[in-house]
């Protein structure tokens, strides 16, 4: 079992920066993909980004491509996300996934995380 704990939400206004962390515990496989997602309230769960423990092959949203970049450490089981330019519109709460294999970058993701709260002021 693979339990995911999510830090670094907050307030930030427009234009301001955040860096998310997900500290994964149990067993983490060389084959997992590990994602970022964010719902805003009355709003399906979307995929930002996503990356292979393995090689590090990573994966965007076009939403994301140029204001975020995830990154992992696998000696300390964590992954991050920094994102920059933040946008009211960015405002959700973020969640850090996990999976085994990767056949698309979205679809699929077994272990969960709480989620931490990201409000963008304008």
């Known amino acids: 079992q693979v339990q995911l704990v999510e830090s670094g939400g907050g307030l930030v206004q427009a234009g301001g920066s955040l860096r998310l962390s997900c500290a994964a515990s149990g067993h983490i496989l060389s084959n997992y993909v590990m994602g970022w997602f964010r719902q805003a309230p009355g709003k399906e769960r979307e995929f930002v980004a996503g990356?292979?423990?393995?090689?590090?092959?990573?994966g965007y949203a076009d939403a994301a491509k140029g204001r975020c970049t995830i990154s992992r450490d696998n000696d300390k089981n964590m992954v991050s996300l920094q994102m920059n330019s933040q946008k009211p519109e960015d405002t959700a709460r973020y969640y850090c996934?996990?999976?085994?294999?990767?056949?698309?970058?979205?679809?699929?993701?077994?272990?969960w995380g709480q989620g931490t709260q990201v409000t963008v002021s304008s």
């Open positions: 996934a996990a999976k085994v294999g990767r056949m698309s970058w979205a679809g699929a993701y077994d272990y």
């Open positions: 990356i292979t423990w393995d090689d590090g092959n990573i």
